[in-house]
């Protein structure tokens, strides 16, 4: 059996004591030795009291404590602060250490405000810091307002005060002086005209003046007759302008507004032609189209006028339309008509949108010149419908007859339709 000396037993209490003792002093700090903990690290411009040995807590729930706080080696004044935080906990990126007062004496803390984004620090990491506003600086924000409040209020007082002196000055006050005298002297003056009245009365001169009015009554009462007279000339004046006949004049002017009455509902009546006219706006438009129509024909006159006038004593040049023959018997000898649309010294495309809705368009070349047609029947009621959807794109279309596959006169045509 090996022997152990007293000095190593010695040593051996010692270290024992020594480790119990740094332990308790890290466990009263709140750090205990015999836990994991992770440190991290937050940057302050301030941190408004906090101590070593401070609380980190999470949601009130205390995660760790402050093991260390220092000046940054840059020399910026910077505080960097060490948290140790205790077991396998992980902060989440985008979190901020804040520091708050955790009572109402003013203690400081941190308090980790979570942010979940997926991705955690790693012990070591630097995470951004925050201060809470103290107790003092809300107290004056709150109080800010109140104060600005009360100087407004007194420079409200300081400029009423002014106001007051200004009116209430020396001048003022003289010119207060002045209307009571003023008004002293008008009672003064309302005191002597009643002095006068009462010694006009006392002279006589009120009774004079009732006796006048006495003898101007007395003067009319005596010349009553020719008032009377006067009255009786007017009456007989306004019985001779009623003897006068004077009803025809107003039966001729009442005519005369009934027969101007006449005229104007003729007028907004579509019975006469100037009523037609002014009331339907179709028969205008229809003017409106003719006139626009005589216009372009007028102007094609001018600009092609082989197509109307023909010099040729041999008919040499002229120019026919000559279509297919008729590809049955009942077409033989029967008088189609078709809506001639454009001619055009360059050929067109059947297929354009100027031809839209006009149905199938047939091409002919004659001279040089290519001509567009539509429509193929030999009702001429339906070929006019034709022709009227037809001129809002092309003013310049017109009703062409065929017979046997050439072209005939339409006036021609339409003699043999009525016959």
């Given at each position: 059996m090996i022997k152990i000396s007293k000095y190593t037993k010695l040593g051996f209490?010692?270290?024992?004591?020594?480790?119990?003792?740094?332990?308790?002093?890290?466990?009263?700090?709140?750090?205990?030795l015999l836990k994991k903990s992770s440190n991290y690290y937050v940057i302050y411009e301030k941190i408004d009291g906090l101590l070593e040995s401070s609380t980190v807590s999470i949601n009130g729930y205390q995660v760790g404590q402050v093991s260390e706080i220092g000046f940054l080696g840059d020399y910026s004044g910077?505080?960097?602060?060490?948290?140790?935080?205790?077991?396998?906990?992980?902060?989440?990126?985008?979190?901020?250490?804040?520091?708050?007062?955790?009572?109402?004496m003013g203690t400081k803390s941190i308090r980790l405000e979570i942010t979940h984004s997926g991705e955690y620090y790693q012990p070591e990491d630097t995470i951004p810091?925050?201060?809470?506003?103290?107790?003092?600086?809300?107290?004056s924000m709150q109080v800010l307002p109140l104060k600005k409040k009360a100087e407004e209020l007194i420079a409200s007082l300081d400029s009423a005060l002014t106001v007051v002196t200004y009116v209430f000055n020396e001048r003022t006050r003289d010119n207060l002086s002045q209307s009571f005298e003023n008004i002293?002297?008008?009672v003064a003056n309302i005191e002597s005209a009643s002095s006068e009245?009462?010694?006009?009365?006392?002279?006589?001169?009120?009774?004079?003046?009732?006796?006048?009015?006495?003898?101007?009554?007395?003067?009319?009462?005596?010349?009553?007759?020719?008032?009377?007279?006067?009255?009786?000339?007017?009456?007989?004046l306004s019985d001779s302008l009623s003897k006068l006949n004077i009803s025809p004049v107003f039966e001729q002017i009442s005519s005369s507004i009934a027969g101007l009455n006449t005229?104007?509902?003729?007028?907004?009546?579509?019975?006469?032609?100037?009523?037609?006219?002014?009331?339907?706006?179709?028969?205008?438009?229809?003017?409106?189209?003719?006139?626009?129509?005589?216009?372009?024909?007028?102007?094609?006159?001018?600009?092609?006028?082989?197509?109307?006038?023909?010099?040729?004593?041999f008919n040499i040049g002229k120019d026919v339309y000559i279509t297919s023959k008729p590809s049955t018997p009942v077409e033989k000898d029967q008088v189609i008509y078709k809506v001639h649309l454009i001619s055009s010294p360059a050929k067109l495309s059947t297929e354009s949108t100027f031809f839209k809705g006009l149905g199938a368009i047939e091409e002919m070349k004659v001279s040089e010149t290519y001509n567009y047609m539509t429509g193929k029947t030999s009702d001429f009621a339906l070929i006019t419908k034709l022709l009227d959807a037809a001129r809002t794109n092309f003013p310049d279309a017109s009703i062409v007859a065929f017979k046997n596959g050439r072209k005939i006169k339409l006036e021609k045509a339409i003699k043999k339709l009525t016959n």
């Open positions: 209490l010692v270290i024992s004591c020594l480790t119990i003792v740094i332990w308790g002093i890290n466990y009263l700090k709140g750090m205990d910077r505080l960097l602060v060490t948290m140790s935080i205790e077991g396998d906990f992980k902060i989440a990126k985008g979190t901020t250490a804040k520091i708050i007062s955790s009572d109402i810091g925050a201060t809470e506003t103290d107790l003092k600086e809300q107290v002293n002297r008008t009245l009462k010694s006009l009365m006392g002279n006589g001169r009120i009774n004079s003046i009732v006796t006048n009015l006495d003898s101007i009554s007395t003067t009319i009462k005596q010349n009553s007759g020719q008032i009377t007279n006067i009255i009786n000339n007017l009456s007989s005229i104007i509902q003729k007028l907004n009546t579509t019975e006469s032609s100037a009523g037609l006219l002014i009331n339907d706006p179709v028969l205008y438009q229809n003017l409106n189209n003719l006139a626009g129509s005589l216009d372009l024909l007028l102007k094609d006159v001018r600009n092609n006028p082989k197509r109307y006038v023909h010099f040729s004593a």
